[in-house]
């Protein structure tokens, strides 16, 4: 069982920057693949970032991949989305996700444990 809680979000201009927090309950997060995901208002959720266990592996969506960064710290029990130049289509509710394997890492609903979500307004 491990429990994920976000953090991080909020209201930011054009052009900012937001670094995202997902914490994670339990011992057993380093043996478990990461995922960051996100859903606007009327729209799918969308896959943004994943990260295997140790970190050196990573995959991002590609339109973000030149603006966002996934990283975790094992001793922490951390997973963290660095957003750099937000849009405001960047503008959604921000979930992480966990799963045993970093396998199908763009499909959400093979995920096992989700976080709450963190807000992410990003105005013009």
């Known amino acids: 069982q491990v429990q994920l809680v976000e953090s991080g979000g909020g209201l930011v201009q054009a052009g900012g920057s937001l670094r995202l927090s997902c914490a994670a309950s339990?011992?057993?997060?380093?043996?478990?693949?990461m995922g960051w995901f996100r859903q606007a208002p009327g729209k799918e959720r969308e896959f943004v970032a994943a990260i295997g266990w140790t970190g050196g592996t990573t995959y991002y969506a590609d339109s973000l991949k030149d603006r966002f960064t996934i990283s975790r710290d094992n001793a922490k029990n951390t997973v963290y989305l660095q957003m750099n130049s937000l849009k405001p289509e960047d503008t959604a509710v921000y979930y992480c996700a966990a799963k045993p394997i970093l396998t199908n890492f763009r499909e959400w609903k093979v995920y096992d444990y989700w976080g709450q979500g963190t807000q992410v307004t990003v105005s013009s």
């Open positions: 339990g011992r057993t997060f380093s043996t478990y693949a």
